[in-house]
């Protein structure tokens, strides 16, 4: 009895060392204390542990400053410049809505509202307030992945690049598209 409970021990330490580096994830490892046969058997079965948790104000706040920030983008900036402002809120340990709400962070922000610049044919500018009708599920389904896991590897900063750009580029950083994730220059 005592070899097989060794064995099982080293079993369960080798199935917790092999689970460890998936990401962030919990894992719960069942053993059965007795087991009449020879074969034993460990179910394993993985319990999700989200990015972050937002109250149901800093969720549909962070919809529409998706919208108002990366309106027209694929799905995955929209989940990206989400992340960005997660990170920003968990390095502050402030909560979300402030985080967007900071003065001179994110264009997507006027007078307190996520809005979306529209330019005038004279070059003067016109900010639309973001409306629940503008959010589709697409983007909310984008904007729920960013709440679930960090595509950007912890960027606290991005831009879009265009092509007169004369931006330096940071040392490090992720490029997705035309987007430049990155946590420092």
């Known amino acids: 009895m005592k070899k097989r409970n060794f064995v099982r021990n080293l079993v369960v330490a080798g199935v917790a060392v092999a689970l460890s580096g998936c990401g962030k994830q919990e894992y719960n490892v069942t053993i059965p204390i007795e087991n009449p046969h020879d074969n034993i058997t460990y179910e394993v079965k993985t319990i999700q542990k ?4 937002p109250s149901d104000e800093e969720r549909q706040f962070a919809y ?10 694929e799905s995955i900036i929209q989940t990206m410049v989400t992340n960005v402002a997660i990170n920003r809120a968990e390095r502050d340990e402030k909560n979300l ?27 003067t500018a016109t900010w639309v307030p973001v409306t629940e009708d503008m959010l589709t599920d697409e983007l909310k389904k ?4 960013a709440f679930e896991q960090d595509f950007t590897e912890g960027a606290m900063h991005y831009y ?4 007169n750009s004369k931006d ?14 990155f946590k420092e220059f």
């Open 50 to 53: 989200s990015y972050y948790t």
């Open 64 to 73: 529409l400053m998706a919208c108002a920030q990366a309106h027209g983008e």
């Open 97 to 123: 809505i402030d985080v967007f709400t900071e003065k001179n962070q994110f264009s997507g922000i006027h007078d307190g509202v996520p809005s979306i610049m529209e330019k005038n044919e004279d070059g």
């Open 142 to 145: 984008a904007v729920d992945l």
């Open 160 to 163: 879009k690049i265009y092509s």
């Open 168 to 181: 330096c580029m940071p040392k490090e950083f992720i490029q997705e598209g035309d987007w430049i994730f």
